[in-house]
Nanobody, 124 residues
């Protein structure tokens, strides 16, 4: 079992930045593929970014590419999502997820564990 706790959400202005963190516990973190998803009101949950067990490979959605950066610190059992050049359309609840597959994983149903989510609101 893995417990995930997100932090770092909040209110930002368009063009601003936020850094989300996700701390994991309960299983060997370095064996897990990790990812971020988001869900806006009335919309389905969508993939944002994913990182492999070592951090050597990352993958981003088209909307995140070039603006967001995902990294991990296996010594701290934590991943970080740096979000720059934020847009109002980035407003959503952001969820951290962990997969027993140690690779980059983009499908929602390929993740085994989920955090409770953290709200990100971007004002124009």
């Amino acid at each position: 079992q893995v417990q995930l706790a997100e932090s770092g959400g909040g209110l930002a202005q368009a063009g601003g930045s936020l850094r989300l963190s996700c701390a994991a516990s309960g299983r060997v973190f370095s064996n897990l593929g990790m990812g971020w998803f988001r869900q806006a009101p009335g919309k389905e949950r969508e993939f944002v970014a994913a990182i492999s067990w070592s951090g050597g490979r990352t993958l981003y959605s088209a909307s995140a590419q070039g603006r967001f950066s995902l990294s991990r610190d296996n010594a701290k059992n934590t991943i970080y999502l740096r979000m720059n050049s934020l847009k109002p359309e980035d407003t959503a609840v952001y969820y951290c997820a962990a997969s027993r597959r140690p690779f980059v994983v983009i499908k929602t149903d390929s993740y085994d564990y989920w955090g409770q989510g953290t709200q990100v609101t971007v004002s124009s």
